[in-house]
């Protein structure tokens, strides 16, 4: 063992040496061309980039050579002299190269050479980072409850403002009215500060059971509604009801025991004051697509799958005149008559904000703040991406969503997820915009080390960017010809989150967060099932990652789908540049996808 490690010693203490002897002892600039500044480029593509505005004026040596995957290549001797002698180094940043060669270029260029992080850069230029998910089962949509706040002038009693007879769109005898035909006798009238709403789910049809549920302090859940144990008119359906007071929301937890179709029937009831008996406000059907494609389910509608997305019970649609007067007839009992079909939606104004100004009894309102936008129920869809596949939880406070290890489809409470990293997706060059951004980052670093040589820097960028456009343009429109049921990306690792932003063809799945990290069975699990859900007809593979992506590779098999080729982070034949690069993977998408 003593001998190994001296062995060890000697050869590290050799590599230090030749090092330092590049980097010192060597001169390198009196072998240098004093007209040729030296660049040295850790990743292919960023190498290919500099070239372009380099020209004849710069040498770019690329660090990582074509074929090497950056998450794991380490340099060698060759690197570090080349990095030694460089005046500029380019690297891509945001952790994509393999550590030990992020230090070599920090650490192995000479005193004053800049060493500029591309993809850190490019936000200057107009694009913007995407976030790594720290748990891709946070990356959907965060489904949530609420009551809406009155909107449209109303007020409740006691508010200021509640004995304002005025109206705002020619209500009779002063009351307030929203608009021409709310007056339907469907509304609720005036109500207190202390009103609250129920929203009861009164039944559910799809491929498996669901449950809605909310996480205490302490991990102890409190169910809202399950489908396992029935729901129950006679008694008001008590045990499958969330109450709110109005204004309020809250972030709920939603399990679905297979993937499919579901349909949600939900109705919301109003107590106007404590004490007083509920007041039925009008019921809808709420659609989920559940580990399938929502529009393939459910075509021509609107698909909430991202963001924030509540549920929204209505105690104030339709308030007028003859909503007064409905308000003032006696209480109906709390148990409901027999269950309705959903109605067609009513032409109503909507509110851009939190406020209500709608028919609608119920409805879903995406995001947040000025930029909430409303729908309504049968316009639109949720979408619950097979990524949230997981397995039921051992602890016996969970066994209402079925046997432990059993898997499940689990929405999780917003205010519980959407952890991040603190890093990025350092994939930026897979948008062409950011391609364009790389270039400009590049052009204005070669200007400040080699400043003589600035115009020619810029009227090469400008050409290659104008290039760089007119491609963009082209794969814009190559991508666009996919029909929407196939624009599902399933690829060996999560690389391609800038691609499905910029070219609308979002990530289903994919094998491993990580090509460093080796998937666990969970990650195969479910990876199968998104691949038998959404029904893709094709799957990505790296070339150069095909040795590793077996479990791709046989999930395809097995299921008769397509592999087609995809590159991410390097260069392998015929795919020689950039351009090529963006352009073998449009027309392998196309062509796959199709």
């Known amino acids: 063992m003593r001998r190994r490690g001296r062995r060890k010693s000697v050869v590290c203490a050799s590599l230090c040496a030749v090092a330092l002897a590049a980097a010192g002892c060597a001169a390198p600039a009196q072998e240098k061309d ?13 190498g290919d980039i500099a070239r372009n505005v380099a020209g004849g004026r710069a040498e770019v040596t690329d660090l990582i050579p074509a074929g090497a995957d950056p998450h794991s290549y380490e340099p060698g001797l060759r690197a570090v002299r080349d990095v030694a002698n460089a005046d500029l180094a380019l690297t891509n940043g945001l952790l994509l190269e393999q550590a030990s060669l992020a230090r070599t270029v920090e650490s192995g260029t000479r005193p004053g050479v800049p060493v500029i992080p591309v993809a850190e850069q490019a936000p200057r230029y107009g ?3 995407l976030p790594l998910v720290e748990n891709v089962a946070l990356d959907a949509v965060w489904l949530g409850l609420r009551v809406a706040e009155p ?3 109303r007020a409740l009693s006691g508010a200021p403002g509640a004995n304002d007879t005025t109206s705002e769109a020619g ?3 002063g009351t307030t009215s929203d608009a021409a035909g ?3 006798g469907t509304g609720t009238g005036p109500v207190d500060r202390g009103a609250q709403v129920e929203l009861r789910a009164t039944g559910l049809r799809g491929p498996g059971e669901a449950a809605a549920f909310v996480t205490g302090t302490f991990g102890t859940p409190e169910v809202y509604f399950n489908s396992r144990d029935g729901f129950r008119a006679a008694d008001g359906y008590r045990d499958d009801t969330a109450t709110l007071p109005v204004g309020a929301h809250t972030h709920v937890s939603w399990a679905f025991s297979a993937p499919g179709a579901y349909a949600l029937d939900l109705e919301a009831w109003l107590v106007p004051r404590p004490g007083e008996k509920p007041r039925r406000i009008g019921e809808r059907t709420v659609d989920i697509a559940v580990g399938v494609d929502p529009a393939r389910e459910f075509p021509g509608r609107t698909v909430l799958d991202a963001g924030h997305v509540d549920i929204t019970a209505d105690p104030f649609a339709g308030t007028g005149p003859a909503a007064d007067a409905a308000a003032a007839a006696p209480a109906i009992d709390a148990a409901p008559a027999t269950q309705s079909t959903q109605p067609t939606a009513t032409s109503a104004p909507t509110a851009t904000d939190g406020t209500s100004a709608s028919t609608e009894p119920v409805r879903l309102r995406s995001g947040d703040g000025a930029q909430a936008t409303w729908h309504a129920t049968d316009e639109a869809v949720i979408g619950v991406p097979a990524s949230t596949l997981q397995q039921i939880p051992p602890e016996p406070t969970y066994r209402f969503l079925g046997t ?6 689990l929405l999780p409470q917003a205010v519980l997820g959407a952890h991040v990293h603190g890093e990025v997706d350092p994939h930026l060059w897979h948008d062409v915009a950011a391609g364009i951004a790389y270039t400009q980052v590049i052009r204005d670093a070669l200007c400040d080390v080699d400043p003589a040589g600035t115009a020619g820097y810029h009227e090469r960028a400008a050409a290659y960017i104008a290039r760089l456009e007119e491609l963009d343009e082209r794969v814009r429109d190559r991508l666009a010809a996919i029909p929407r049921e196939n624009r599902h990306l399933v690829t060996t690792h999560d690389g391609y989150g800038y691609l499905a932003r910029a070219y609308g063809v979002p990530v289903a799945g994919f094998v491993t967060p990580n090509a460093g990290v ?5 990650d195969i699990i479910a990876l199968t099932r998104t691949l038998e859900s959404l029904r893709v007809p094709a799957v990505f593979l790296e070339p150069n ?10 999930a395809a098999d097995r299921l008769g789908i397509r592999v087609c080729r995809l590159d991410g982070d390097t260069f392998t034949e015929p795919v020689g540049t950039y351009v090529e690069l963006i352009e073998s993977n449009a027309d392998s998408l196309a062509e796959c996808l199709g």
Do not use: C, W
């Open 34 to 46: 004093p007209g040729l500044t030296k660049v040295v480029a850790t990743t292919p593509v960023i």
């Open 127 to 129: 694009v913007e980072h």
């Open 151 to 153: 909107g449209g002038g």
């Open 171 to 173: 209500g009779a005898n």
């Open 182 to 184: 709310a007056n339907d």
């Open 404 to 409: 432990p290890g059993d898997e499940t489809y």
């Open 518 to 522: 080796e998937p666990s069975a969970r």
């Open 545 to 554: 990652l095909a040795g590793r992506a077996n479990d791709l590779t046989e």
